[in-house]
Structure formats: structure tokens, C-alpha cells
């Protein structure tokens, strides 16, 4: 069991996917980590796969016409074992080859890309599956050691400014244009990265979530590496 998740109260550590299904958030626990060391050469995967445009989703039919190592397809195999049990649970998962995500460039005082530590909303009850398999990893911040943007006072006056109806409809505003899914971390946050090749499940904000949403953002890429993630 990796001591440096376990050691977090906001992270549970399990050893199987019925584990990581199976076990609810509670109290300060809004993030399931699946602890795992990876065989295989992902990288191999990685270099054989066309990038199309900035986000690239690989099908399975991709990933099964490359022609790969004894490593590489240890890499495969566990890729189409996460697609396949992650779908047989009802979810839908996404495999991306990433070289950027598009920034958000329209304000100079809030940002609202991935880049920005945020939460995920569903109207319906759900959770975020995500896995790195190669590349830079994404960031969870606990929930204390973060201020959602809009109650910051400057960003909230500058909202305002940009808010072209009454008052009574400002906080349907913040929401509507997802400026409330948005936090700063305080000077004091110290980040946990989600690594690679951890099979996680991140609290989402919807109407029947007992716990708090799980803050997270995607990494900066690491320049000439692409990233090979899994999402759903």
C-alpha cells in the first residue's frame, strides 16, 4: 500500500476495482485510489498512436492494431482490462492522447480551464474515474487547503462588473457560467499528485453527494511528452 496516499484522510487506498467500486466516500474521504504498479511499456503505446488534433480519443480497434512488444502489449492488455471493467460497471470510459487542452484566455482575473484547480457537476449521481498511464499526472488539493474563486473579494467584484442583470440573479450567473466549479489554492496547499498508472474515483458535486466534490486539475504537460489518460 503506497504510504504517501494512505497517509491522506482525504484518500481511501484499495488493492482491486470491486474494491474501488464498492467503497463509498465518507467524511473527509472524497478520493478512492486503486494503489498499483504497472507492468508494461506504455510509452511503446504512446509513440505508435496518431495524434489527430490536441485531444485524440484512442478506440479499442487503435489500441488493437498496433503492432507492439512483448511490453507493449502487457501495456495493452491492461488498458483494454480497465475499458472493459470500468464499462461492465456501467461507466463510459474515454481513452485521449493529449498534447494540450484549450486554455481559457477570456479573462485576465479567473480562469476556468482544467489548468484551474476545479470540481466536476452531474446532475445525476456519478463519480470521475481517471487513470495516467503515461505522461505528467493531474493534482488533488483537500478541500481546506482551497478557496472557491468567486468568494475571493476582487474576483468576485470584477464578476460582478461582468454580470449584465440584477442582483438577484448573480449566483444563478456564477453557476450558469461554471465560475463557481473554480478554486484558488491557499498559500499554505500542498497538492498530492495522483501519479501514474493509480486507477482513481474522485467525488463529483450532484444533488445526492454526501460528501465534498473532489478539487483537482490536469497537469501542464511536460514538453514532447504526450499523455495517455484515461477518463470517464
Known sequence: ???????????????????????????????????????????????????????????IEDLLALQLSEEGNAAREIILSDLKQLADFGASPSLNLLKSYERDEEFDFISTDVYSYHVDRSPVGTQTFLCTYHGAASDILPNDQATQKILIPEIREKLKELHDGPETEFEMFLKDCFFDLHYQPKSNAQPINLGSGHLWKLAVDHPGQQVLPCIHRAPVERDGEYRLLLIC
Open 1 to 59: 500500500m503506497n504510504l504517501k496516499f494512505s497517509d491522506h484522510n482525504q484518500i481511501g487506498v484499495v488493492s482491486t476495482f470491486s474494491e474501488l467500486i464498492n467503497t463509498n466516500f465518507q467524511g473527509a474521504m472524497n478520493a478512492v485510489c486503486w494503489d498499483r504498479n504497472l507492468d508494461g511499456d506504455f510509452k511503446e503505446i504512446v509513440s505508435q498512436l496518431q495524434l489527430k488534433e490536441n485531444i485524440t480519443e484512442v478506440s
